[in-house]
């Protein structure tokens, strides 16, 4: 079976420092991969999604950057974190199967920037 | 294009009692529908998917869902709600590829004892 992982689980950044979050999925190949980000009462904002290696497209202009460096691996960071960075993050991978693409989602990461 | 809308921002139902979260879709293309739930700090779980073929769809841990097409809609019932399924549900709509997800702004469930 298929499985997300994300880490860490919870990070305290200051203002200007970097980030790395990273994803990971097992189970499946070349599957697609999404950076969501969820702001306090707020819904879910696509940041980036890649189709393969070193395929990243993104959705909004923004502080962050995101890379594939391996098929089942996804990473969001950023050179210099913002108080508006603060948010829940989550990746999520699917599988176009047929017409549909499920995704199906990993933990999350809880970002504060102070 | 597009577009789905969660009528309730928030649902508070008893113990026991039937749950009907709304969820109304527009879309220009054979649309694939999505429950999402997500407990506190706790990532998307799904509970159900619609993709065109029965239209009453049922899903884990008692949810079921059904496609009115002539309503635009995609509506989440569950006959008894437990304490457990207290969390914030997305309704979701997708054409196709990933990326061209479009979720709802949730619906928080709250259950009273």
């Known amino acids: 079976s298929q499985t997300i992982h994300q880490w860490p689980a919870t990070l305290v950044q200051p203002v200007g420092s970097p980030l790395s979050l990273e994803c990971t999925v097992e189970?499946?190949?070349?599957?697609?991969l999404y950076w969501y980000r969820q702001a306090a009462g707020r819904g879910l904002q696509l940041l980036f999604y890649?189709?393969?290696?070193?395929?990243i497209s993104s959705e909004v202009p923004q502080n962050l950057s995101a890379s594939r460096p391996q098929d089942r691996q996804f990473i969001l960071s950023s050179k210099k974190l913002l108080l508006s960075d603060s948010g829940f993050y989550l990746c999520?991978?699917?599988?176009?199967?047929?017409?549909?693409?499920?995704?199906?989602f990993g933990p999350g990461t809880r970002l504060t920037v102070l | 294009a597009q577009s789905v809308t969660q009528l309730d921002s928030h649902v508070s139902v008893s113990e026991g009692t039937p749950v009907l979260l709304r969820c109304n879709y527009s879309?220009?293309?054979?649309?694939?529908l999505f429950w999402y739930v997500q407990h506190p700090n706790k990532g998307l779980q799904l509970l159900l998917k619609?993709?065109?073929?029965?239209?009453l769809v049922k899903g884990i841990n008692g949810f079921e869902a059904e496609f009115k097409k002539s309503e635009t809609s995609f509506h989440l019932t569950k006959p008894s709600a437990h304490m457990s399924d207290a969390a914030e549900y997305f309704c979701?709509?997708?054409?196709?590829?990933?990326?061209?997800?479009?979720f709802g702004a949730g619906t928080r469930l709250f259950v009273k004892a």
């Open positions: 999520a991978w699917s599988v176009l199967a047929g017409v549909t693409d499920t995704q199906y």
């Open positions: 189970g499946t190949s070349n599957p697609n």
């Open positions: 890649s189709v393969g290696i070193g395929q």
């Open positions: 879309s220009s293309y054979s649309p694939s």
């Open positions: 619609y993709t065109s073929a029965a239209t």
């Open positions: 979701v709509v997708t054409e196709g590829r990933g990326f061209k997800t479009i």
